[in-house]
Nanobody, 126 residues
Framework: QVQLQESGPGLVKPSQTLSLTCTVS??????????WIWFRQAPGKGREGVSC????????IYLHSGEGRFSISKDNAKNTVDLQLSELSPEDTAVYYC?????????????????WGQGTQVTVSS
């Protein structure tokens, strides 16, 4: 059973950078056909795809406002999927979720992912 656990610093100031970590258990993140994605859900809004990464490490940004600011990566030694967020603004305040699917491609659809973490709160405030 694949299990995901997100972690991060929680509270940051505008313009700062932070990294979120999704610790994976139950499988190796290098396993073929596993795709890993970060979603986020801002207060009062729906959950939206942020960025996805393939088994070979190719990243895809889904969030238009994240282009040039957000970066997804994998740490094979630690078995984690990481999301680095830079130039943060209060609009980036949200619960960030890690999810996984076993498939041939990434997807930004929530229903495409079978495995989910509990989420980690990110608050951007001065």
């Amino acid at each position: 059973q694949v299990q995901l656990q997100e972690s991060g610093p929680g509270l940051v100031k505008p313009s700062q950078t932070l990294s979120l970590t999704c610790t994976v258990s139950g499988t190796s993140i290098t396993t073929d056909y596993y795709y890993w994605i970060w979603f986020r859900q801002a207060p009062g809004k729906g959950r939206e795809g942020v960025s996805c990464i393939s088994p070979t490490g190719t990243g895809t940004i889904y969030l238009h406002s994240g282009e040039g600011r957000f970066s997804i990566s994998k740490d094979n030694a630690k078995n984690t999927v990481d999301l680095q967020l830079s130039e943060l603004s209060p609009e980036d305040t949200a619960v960030y979720y890690c999810a996984a699917r076993r498939h041939l491609v990434c997807s930004s659809r929530l229903s495409a992912y079978a495995y989910w973490g509990q989420g980690t709160q990110v608050t951007v405030s001065s």
